[in-house]
């Protein structure tokens, strides 16, 4: 099985900056693509900014070079880097990874979501 932790979220004022961490762990063999996604109230669940199998990067159009996707393979850990947020940002916000587990089968796995609130 495979555990997927996030932390860094919270409330913000508008212009401001956090970063959120997701860290996978259990049985991990592989891994193919991982990132972050977000869903507003009544919306529904969105790219923000995603690392794909080969490396490359990829962006919510929204973000426009305010946030940053990085990660550090060691620790099977993706960060998101948010800065000059806005009231729109507000969401909650997920990690997403594909993995190959313990069955040797590659699947999706989300993180619990945490809650990212930017006042204005």
């Known amino acids: 099985q495979v555990q997927l932790v996030e932390s860094g979220g919270g409330l913000v004022q508008a212009g401001g900056s956090l970063r959120l961490s997701c860290a996978a762990s259990g049985s991990i063999f592989g891994i193919d693509s991982m990132g972050w996604y977000r869903q507003a109230p009544g919306k529904q669940r969105e790219l923000v900014a995603t690392f794909t199998g080969t490396g490359m990067t990829n962006y919510g159009d929204y973000v426009k070079g305010r946030f940053t996707i990085s990660r550090d393979n060691a620790k099977n850990t993706v960060y998101l880097q948010m800065n000059s947020l806005k009231p729109e940002n507000t969401a909650v916000y997920y990690c997403?990874?594909?993995?190959?587990?313990?069955?040797?089968?590659?699947?999706?796995?989300w993180g619990q979501g945490t809650q990212i609130t930017v006042s204005s």
């Open positions: 997403n990874f594909r993995v190959r587990g313990g069955m040797m089968v590659w699947r999706e796995y």
